[in-house]
């Protein structure tokens, strides 16, 4: 299977930045998308930006202009950098992966998230 490790979380004041870093491992043969998501506590988790294999990128209304989603493919690895943060981005922040795997008899399509990291806005 293909494990996620996300880092760069914490606690930040309004207007501040951070970045986060979310590297994938495991018998990966190739990754097509990956992405951040986040959810706040009560609420659903919500999409923040994805980035495509070729570089293509997704990023939701909210975060637009403040944050900027990259990958280095060379390291199985998405990072996107928060900056002029608010306190609504208060959440627990989640990669996401999807690509195919190899095992010993066959290569198979996995889709897998990361265990999260929390981001405090503080205004």
């Known amino acids: 299977q293909v494990q996620l490790v996300e880092s760069g979380g914490g606690l930040v004041q309004a207007g501040g930045s951070l970045r986060l870093s979310c590297v994938a491992s495991?018998?990966?043969?190739?990754?097509?998308?990956m992405g951040w998501y986040r959810q706040a506590p009560g609420k659903q988790r919500e999409l923040v930006a994805t980035i495509t294999s070729g570089g293509s990128t997704n990023y939701a209304d909210s975060v637009k202009g403040r944050f900027t989603i990259s990958r280095d493919n060379t390291k199985n690895t998405v990072y996107v950098q928060m900056n002029r943060l608010k306190p609504e981005d208060t959440a627990g922040y989640y990669c996401?992966?999807?690509?195919?795997?190899?095992?010993?008899?066959?290569?198979?399509?996995?889709?897998?998230w990361g265990q999260g990291t929390q981001v405090t806005v503080s205004s």
């Open positions: 495991g018998s990966i043969f190739s990754i097509n998308t």
């Open positions: 996401n992966a999807e690509g195919y795997y190899d095992t010993t008899y066959a290569r198979r399509p996995f889709n897998s």
